[in-house]
């Protein structure tokens, strides 16, 4: 089993929709990172939370240390916002790298 | 713009060929890792680098190799290529080795034909 397990791994919305992508996790940390990732490759750092709620836009991501879950919500989906969205961890005993979810493919269509 | 710059973007090779992917960190920072990302295995982290010193290692082959100069720029060395380590290899940077936050790099896209 994975140390880190999105869902859903695959998510189709039409535009304008509200948008929750989960992550679970199984091992002590000390920081979770919400990244996106586009068609072209490259990955964005969005978020890096260790507790409580964050929110840029119309993005907002939360997390429950004592539960292990944290969740990424979109607002008024747009089709710019397809990509694909990455949960990673830093593990509390891992130094500072981190180990990846499999990733949340989103489509938006218009 | 993350600040952090990869080279080069695309590389194709032949198997059995040795490259070197290049990695300049945001100004100030000077955390440098390495991730591969492959279709199979997701990303993975591979190497850390701390101010010119080797923090942490990962599911590194040991035909993979890094190295962090006095500059800071970090170069990630993969000789006997194989097909299986066509991937993207991505360097990410951070202000130091604790809890912040890690910029990514654009990637570079390895195929080994």
């Known amino acids: 089993k994975n140390e880190v397990e999105q869902s859903p791994q695959n998510l189709t919305a039409q535009e304008g929709e509200f948008i929750t992508i989960n992550c679970s996790y199984s091992v002590g940390i000390s920081a979770l990172h919400w990244l996106q990732q586009h068609p072209g490759g490259g990955i964005v750092s969005l978020f890096m939370l260790s507790s409580g709620k964050k929110k840029h836009g119309r993005l907002i991501a939360t997390i429950n240390i004592q539960e292990k879950h944290s969740s990424l919500h979109i607002t008024a989906s747009h089709p710019r916002d397809s990509a694909v969205y990455i949960c990673?961890?830093?593990?509390?005993?891992?130094?500072?790298?981190?180990?990846f979810g499999e990733g949340t493919q989103l489509t938006v269509n218009p | 713009d993350s600040g952090v710059t990869q080279t080069p973007k695309h590389l194709i090779t032949a198997t059995g060929q040795r490259v070197t992917l290049r990695c300049s960190p945001r100004?100030?920072?000077?955390?440098v890792y390495w991730y591969q990302q492959s279709l199979d295995q997701g990303l993975q982290f591979l190497i850390q680098?701390?101010?010119?010193?080797?923090?942490a290692k990962g599911n590194i082959l040991e035909r993979f190799s890094a190295q962090q100069f006095p500059d800071l720029h970090s170069e990630l060395n993969l000789s006997s290529l194989e097909l299986g380590d066509s991937a993207l290899y991505f360097c990410?940077?951070?202000?130091?080795?604790?809890?912040?936050?890690?910029?990514f790099g654009q990637g570079t896209r390895l195929t080994v034909v």
């Open positions: 680098y701390y101010n010119g010193e080797e923090r």
């Open positions: 100004s100030g920072d000077l955390s």
């Open positions: 990673a961890v830093r593990r509390r005993s891992g130094g500072s790298r981190l180990t």
């Open positions: 990410a940077s951070s202000v130091d080795s604790l809890n912040t936050e890690a910029f």
